[in-house]
């Protein structure tokens, strides 16, 4: 008897699954945040961890591997955090459309 696996699915397939993992997490995400009375916000993910979250320097050198270190102002930090302190700051931004994210990474 043969196991079946993802792998030998089709493509289509794959990408139902895929759509539909991503709607699971999204949900639990936003019942998490209505059980702990947080606001969850989408925010447009480009360039989340490249501008340093003190001095707002923005250098592709800045960052080296999982580390970001600011050229500017010396601060230094993981990248991950980096990520969470700029995508905060970009609470107030516009609303997220699924055409918003279309040349975001060019505006860096």
């Not at 196991?3 to 089709?10: P, R, T």
């Not at 539909?20 to 059980?35: C, N, V, Y």
């Not at 961890?49 to 592709?60: D, N, Y």
Request: aromatic residues 8%; glycine residues 4%; proline residues 4%.
């Amino acid at each position: 008897m043969r196991h079946v696996f993802i792998s030998d699915a089709a493509k289509s397939v794959k990408r139902k699954l895929a759509i539909w993992r991503k709607g699971i997490i999204r949900d639990k995400a936003e019942f998490k945040a209505l059980e702990a009375s947080s606001l969850r916000k989408q925010v447009n993910p480009a360039c989340g961890s490249k501008p340093c979250p003190v001095s707002a320097f923005l250098w592709s050198l800045n960052r080296m591997g999982d580390r970001v270190k600011c050229l500017m102002c010396e601060h230094e930090v993981l990248s991950d955090k980096v990520a969470a302190i700029n995508y905060l700051h970009r609470a107030d931004d516009a609303e997220v459309t699924p055409f918003s994210l279309t040349g975001a990474s060019e505006r860096f």
